[in-house]
T-cell receptor, first 118, second 113 residues
Framework: GAGVSQSPRYKVTKRGQDVALRCDPISGHVSLYWYRQALGQGPEFLTY????????KSGLPNDRFSAERPEGSISTLTIQRTEQRDSAMYRC????????????????FGEGSRLTVL | AQSVTQPDIHITVSEGASLELRCNYS??????LFWYVQSPGQGLQLLLK??????LVQGIKGFEAEFKRSQSSFNLRKPSVHWSDAAEYFCAVGARAGNMLTFGGGTRLMVKP
């Protein structure tokens, strides 16, 4: 697609429910990243993929959080048994290539999915 | 561990005035540095980046930033601010060997007419 697409844009759920957030990266982009942004703060890294392989999940806060990218394109971030502290904007980004030296090319961010847990 | 500090949470400038947004980073090696802008209801957009070479970096929308290793700073500047520049600005640092960006807390810019 033309840009990174995330759905749903807004999600309100009750504590204890599971939530799935979807990211559709720019077509052909190799790398896909998930970030979480609390109100009034900068984004925090959660995890990232190269193609379908999850390369780093060190930012996932606990085992209720998981992510997958089974076919190397669309990714889903799943939060099980949601808690109020999970309320935040969840941002997805993708990049075309991984540059020499290890750093990815420019990250293109989606508009985010705002999660509110009541 | 790497970290980024943006000391100013809010800044208000008059339209046409110059702007400088401060960013200080902590990183043990040569950093990769970025400035992103976030407009309401939109995703983060890259303004400029520093990987190596010339320490004065030009970006989009008339922005520039200067990498000062001795001060661990990467301040963003614009000579004349436009009302459309009102947004939140984030500085970020990336590790040479990884893809994780560490963002600062952001500076919200307001522009007075």
């Amino acid at each position: 697609g033309a840009g990174v697409s995330q759905s749903p844009r807004y999600k309100v759920t009750k504590r204890g429910q599971d939530v799935a957030l979807r990211c559709d990266p720019i077509s052909g982009h190799v790398s896909l990243y998930w970030y979480r942004q609390a109100l009034g703060q900068g984004p925090e890294f959660l995890t990232y993929f190269n193609y379908e392989a999850q390369q780093d999940k060190s930012g996932l806060p606990n085992d209720r959080f998981s992510a997958e990218r089974p076919e190397g394109s669309i990714s889903t971030l799943t939060i099980q048994r949601t808690e109020q502290r999970d309320s935040a904007m969840y941002r997805c980004a993708s990049s075309l290539v991984r540059l020499a030296g290890g750093l990815a090319g420019e990250l293109f961010f989606g508009e985010g999915s705002r999660l509110t847990v009541l | 561990a790497q970290s980024v500090t943006q000391p100013d949470i809010h800044i208000t400038v008059s339209e046409g005035a110059s702007l400088e947004l401060r960013c200080n980073y902590s990183y043990g090696a040569t950093p990769y540095l970025f400035w992103y802008v976030q407009s309401p209801g939109q995703g983060l957009q890259l303004l400029l980046k520093y990987f190596s070479g010339d320490t004065l970096v030009q970006g989009i929308k008339g922005f520039e930033a200067e990498f000062k290793r001795s001060q661990s700073s990467f301040n963003l500047r614009k000579p004349s601010v436009h009302w459309s520049d009102a947004a939140e600005y984030f500085c970020a640092v990336g590790a040479r060997a990884g893809n994780m960006l560490t963002f600062g807390g952001g500076t919200r810019l307001m522009v007075k007419p």
